[in-house]
């Protein structure tokens, strides 16, 4: 268990929907990410908030938002879905320390199925 | 061209025989370079950590880089079928940031190791 916790497990959702995807981060890290993995495209970074401010963007969506809120859990929102945003979706944490090294713990994921 | 390239296997050993996973990538500015292990579903386990070039070991585990040839390795000593995942390289160029959770990661290689 590496004590990053995502919600829901699994949800299945019809196109043009839109999802929320809820991560906990490890205790005392103040760093969350969201990651994105298909069997196409592989493990894809996503965001990364550090302290409710965003950090660093990767190939994340118009129609794909997410926030970090001040007790530190973050929310990954994904609108107007598509049947290509199938995909297992990653939240992860770190503590971002400089000394710390780049240990980036990663949540169970959640399973999104659009139909 | 990807960034990151990882041969996805499938790869199928006997148990106690070595295995030798690598990745090549193609961005310079690379400097953080990381193995994670993931099972069927779960999320990516990081096993090793290095920074630059050179050798570190941790058990059965011995990860390599060679930053002039742009390549990296990690080899497996008397794998078991424990060991059975698929393995992922990963990579950060910013050198200890508050950026540095942005991972490329390889494709994975999937991972048997039978009885």
Redesign the interface.
């Known amino acids: 268990d590496s004590g990053v916790t995502q919600t829901p497990k699994h949800l299945i959702t019809a196109t043009g929907q839109r999802v929320t995807l809820r991560c906990s981060p490890r205790s005392g890290d103040l760093s969350v990410y969201w990651y994105q993995q298909s069997l196409d495209q592989g493990l894809q970074f996503l965001i990364q908030y550090y302290n409710g401010e965003e950090r660093a963007k990767g190939n994340i969506l118009e129609r794909f938002s997410a926030q970090q809120f001040p007790d530190l859990h973050s929310e990954l929102n994904l609108s107007s879905l598509e049947l290509g945003d199938s995909a297992l979706y990653f939240c992860a944490s770190s503590v971002l320390s400089m000394g710390s090294g780049n240990t980036i713990y990663f949540g169970e994921g959640s399973w999104l199925t659009v139909v | 061209q990807k960034e990151v390239e990882q041969d996805p296997g499938p790869l199928s050993v006997p148990e106690g025989a070595i295995v030798s996973l690598n990745c090549t990538y193609s961005n310079s500015a690379f400097q953080?370079f990381?193995w994670?292990r993931q099972y069927s579903?779960?999320?990516?386990?990081?096993l090793m950590?290095t920074?630059s070039s050179g050798n570190k070991e941790d058990g059965r585990f011995t990860a390599q880089v060679d930053k002039s040839s742009k390549y990296i390795s990690l080899f497996i000593r008397d794998s078991q079928p424990s060991d059975s995942a698929t393995y992922?390289c990963?990579m950060?160029a910013n050198a200890?940031g508050?950026?540095?959770?942005?991972?490329?990661?390889?494709?994975?290689t999937i991972l048997t190791v039978h009885p």
């Open positions: 953080y990381m994670y579903r779960k999320g990516p386990e990081l950590y920074y992922l990963a950060s200890g508050t950026s540095y959770g942005k991972l490329t990661f390889g494709q994975g």
